[in-house]
Antibody
């Protein structure tokens, strides 16, 4: 059974940094692209970033230059380094398995950017 | 960016009803269209991929169709556990974009 468990979300001030993690199990992690999708409170879904099995990375324009996605295949873990955080980055961040469609999701971790 | 427009934004139906949601893309996306279900407080769940392929384990009352710019998602006989918000998502072009969601309620 695929399991994805996000961690690292909490309250941070505008301009601050945060690193999210997603621990994966139940599949061959290194063989699959992984993605981050976020959802602002009461809003819809927004794709944030994808990293392929070959470490190619893709970003939404809204986070490009501020967020960095990476992975540690030896630890079956996905990361999202978030810098220069803004109030509009406040959201639940989900990690999801897949590149074009997201067939498994974590439970999400809440990031709140506020002073 | 490709805009995905879902309609309706909300929908009220009775148990046993057939329910249809549409999703229109702002440009041709072939069949690169997925559908997700999100229940309150939960993560989304993939139901349909590539416009019409049912994800493993998803009940057959769910179906999808369409290509190009116009897509349809149907629940053939609404069940109480289908109460959720449904999203379409395109992956023809980056950035991958979602529709605004359709909130389905029981009448």
């Amino acid at each position: 059974e695929v399991q994805l468990l996000e961690s690292g979300g909490h309250l941070v001030q505008p301009g601050g940094s945060l690193r999210l993690s997603c621990a994966a199990s139940g599949f061959t992690f290194s063989s699959f692209a992984m993605s981050w999708v976020r959802q602002a409170p009461g809003k819809g879904l927004e794709w944030v970033s994808t990293i392929t099995g070959g470490d190619d990375t893709y970003y939404a324009d809204s986070v490009k230059g501020r967020f960095t996605v990476s992975r540690d295949n030896s630890k079956n873990t996905l990361f999202l380094q978030m810098n220069s955080l803004r109030a509009e980055d406040t959201a639940v961040y989900y990690c999801a398995k897949g590149r074009f469609y997201f067939d498994s999701w974590g439970q999400g971790t809440l990031v709140t950017v506020s002073s | 960016d490709i805009q995905m427009t879902q309609s309706p934004s909300s929908l009220s139906a009775s148990i046993g009803d057939s329910v249809t949601i549409t999703c229109q893309a702002s440009q041709d996306i072939s069949n690169y269209l997925n559908w997700y279900q999100q229940k309150p407080g939960k993560a989304p769940k993939l139901l349909i991929y590539d416009a019409s392929n049912l994800e493993t384990g998803v009940p057959s009352r769910f179906s999808g169709s369409g290509s190009g710019t116009d897509f349809t998602f149907t629940i053939s006989s609404l069940q109480p556990e289908d109460i959720a918000t449904y999203y379409c998502q395109q992956y023809d072009n980056l950035p991958y974009t979602f529709g605004q969601g359709t909130k389905l309620e029981i009448k």
